[in-house]
């Protein structure tokens, strides 16, 4: 999901609790934070 660039680390726990696993966060062209990854 796309958070903003300061969001990463809450978001990354927000969708480990939900029961993802392998979450990651992704940087933009501009190398800012800003989409995290999870897998069911």
């Known amino acids: ?3 903003g660039y300061d ?3 809450v978001t990354r726990t ?3 609790d939900a029961g ?3 979450c ?3 940087r ?3 190398g ?3 989409v ?3 897998r069911l």
């Open 14 to 16: 927000l969708l480990r």
């Open 32 to 34: 800012v934070p800003r």
């Open 7 to 9: 969001q990463g680390e």
């Open 24 to 26: 990651e966060t992704v």
């Open 36 to 38: 995290t990854l999870g």
């Open 1 to 3: 999901m796309e958070h």
């Open 20 to 22: 993802l696993t392998q």
């Open 28 to 30: 933009d062209l501009a």
